[in-house]
């Protein structure tokens, strides 16, 4: 953890087919340009989805704040960021004898999802809140030592005007900047 100097963070971009996202890419490029953030997208990193762990762990070595963002994909993460979290938070590393090297980070979700905020409840089309999905996540920060910040969630993204990408980015820029 670096106590002395300013937090670094890492945003772990993760969608399958970043040509065909508005919310990501969108959200992804307003932060690109914030002072002590890398932003790090896996479908450019590699296209063949070929995961390089070592890089990937030295990478989350050299930050203290960690971002993962994605779209909600059937109720979870999309495949190629449960792939990295398989891949990357390895025995040994992320958790097991020795398996210390993130903890103290934090772990900051954001997503975005296509139902709106309403189906996610006991009595909504989707039966479980955010919070319940995301309980999984929130074991494994706990596993990996890292303190989960609260997520960022963007509901019903498919109806979501420009307008309102443009405060949700900001909203982002200020928390990363934080
Ligand atoms: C394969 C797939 C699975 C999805 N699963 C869900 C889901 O479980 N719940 C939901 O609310 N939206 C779901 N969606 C909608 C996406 O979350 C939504 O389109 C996305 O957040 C928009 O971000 P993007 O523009 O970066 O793709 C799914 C979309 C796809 C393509």
């Keep these: 953890m670096n106590l002395s100097a300013t937090p670094r963070t890492l945003v772990v971009v993760a969608h399958p087919d970043p040509g065909s996202s508005r919310i990501t890419v969108g959200l992804a490029d ?20 070929r995961i390089d762990v070592e890089r990937e762990q030295a990478l989350l070595r050299a930050h203290d704040r ?78 990996t030592g890292m303190r989960l910040a609260e997520p960022l969630v963007l509901f019903g993204a498919r ?5 309102e990408l443009k405060a949700h980015a900001e909203q982002y820029r200020t928390l990363l900047a934080a």
């Excluded at 109806?159 to 307008?163: A, G, Q």
């Design 30 to 49: 307003a932060v690109r340009d914030l002072d002590h953030v890398t932003v790090h997208d896996l479908s450019a990193a590699y296209p063949d989805g």
């Design 159 to 163: 109806l979501v005007s420009d307008v």
């Design 66 to 143: 960690i971002v993962w963002q994605f779209p909600w994909h059937w109720y979870s993460v999309p495949a190629v960021l449960k792939t990295w979290i398989d891949e990357v938070l390895a025995y040994g590393f992320a958790y097991g004898t020795g398996g210390t090297a993130l903890h103290g980070k934090t772990l900051r979700l954001v997503t975005s999802t296509g139902a709106p905020e309403e189906a996610y409840a006991p009595d909504g089309r989707n039966r479980f809140t955010m919070a319940q999905l995301m309980a999984p996540l929130d074991a494994t920060a706990h596993l």
